[in-house]
């Protein structure tokens, strides 16, 4: 095991097939006791990229650890490390769900057993005495959702776990992965729902055709503010470079300015400033990921 919060590392880590360039030379680091998003559409590389760090498929070049071990040389140690929600699941569909949670509980010694029937009966309401082919997608998603959630790991990789659940299952999962950070594990959390992702993530990871575009650090995103001014007549005043204030965008005489740095200071420096017009909000994850993904994005865009 490595000794530093480098958990999960990429280096390089590239998956070519012969028609498709799958990855293309991911470089990240992962880190210990965080929730980390990864987002893009369908064929941005994502599942490509858990699969790979599962040691299920060889990489083309680079490489990537999990814990230490090397993904694919090392593949039964990583998985000892991780409990992994694939996207699409398969299922023993002639075994009850108590059945088939005792399976794959089964795989880790019985550890987990108890906490995964008291997930699936008392969490997420389901009659594990039923065969699981009476049971709809949603339930089967949230069958396997309670064995990941109760598997004693280090690494839960959740490839799309809200997929298929109502709202009111969505938002318990999503208290189960915060529960999962407090109690020390780290979590990869890859999905469409901007929101979601943007609730629980401590990290996201924007990828596009194969490439991963940008990291941002979703505490340093919460405390932005977006301000749209409009000075008054005269000469536009000198902004402060202490006040963290800086330029996104100019239409005519507005300006649209990005705020990271204290409050009281940059109300001091508004109070006394020649202002006609001001509005001040937050920037939600969508205007970021539309920023690699949106209508006039060009298609060879660069990562930022």
């Known amino acids: 095991m490595v000794d530093d919060d480098r958990l999960i590392v990429t280096e390089g880590l590239t998956k070519v097939y012969p028609r498709v360039r799958a990855l293309q030379s991911l470089s990240m680091t992962i880190r210990r006791r965080e929730v980390f998003g990864?987002?893009?559409p369908n064929g941005s590389g994502k599942t490509t990229t858990l699969r790979l760090l599962l040691g299920l498929l060889?990489?083309?070049s680079g490489r990537a650890t999990v814990g230490g071990f090397e993904c694919w040389r090392q593949s039964l140690e990583v998985r000892?490390?991780?409990?992994?929600l694939q996207g699409e699941l398969r299922m023993y569909g002639s075994?009850?769900?108590q059945g088939l949670l005792e399976l794959l509980c089964d795989l880790?010694?019985?550890v987990g057993l108890d906490r995964a029937v008291a997930i699936a009966e008392r969490i997420m309401k389901l009659e594990l005495g039923r065969r699981v082919r009476t049971y709809s997608t949603g339930m089967k998603q949230k069958l396997a959702l309670a064995q990941v959630f109760?598997?004693?790991v280090e690494i839960l990789i959740l490839d799309e776990p809200t997929s298929a659940l109502d709202p009111s299952a969505r938002a318990t999962v999503l208290e189960l992965v915060q529960e999962a950070r407090a109690q020390g594990q780290t979590v990869i959390f890859s999905g469409h729902v901007l929101a979601e992702v943007e609730q629980v993530a401590d990290r996201v990871a924007i990828m596009r055709r194969g490439r991963?575009?940008?990291?941002e650090d979703m505490h340093a995103r919460r405390s932005l503010r977006m301000l749209l001014i409009r000075f008054g007549p005269g000469p536009e005043p000198v902004i402060p470079p202490e006040l963290e204030l800086t330029e996104r965008e100019r239409n005519g005489e507005a300006r649209l300015m990005e705020h990271r740095g204290e409050l009281t200071p940059?109300?001091?420096w508004l109070a006394t400033a020649p202002i006609a017009d001001l509005a001040i909000g937050t920037e939600d994850l969508r205007s970021l990921y539309d920023r690699f993904h949106g209508p006039n994005v060009p298609d060879e865009e660069v990562p930022s």
């Open 38 to 40: 990864l987002l893009g």
């Open 58 to 60: 060889r990489p083309t």
């Open 80 to 84: 000892r490390l991780v409990s992994y």
């Open 95 to 97: 075994m009850t769900g």
């Open 108 to 110: 880790r010694d019985g």
């Open 150 to 152: 109760a598997d004693p």
């Open 212 to 215: 991963l575009m940008h990291i």
């Open 266 to 268: 940059l109300l001091g």
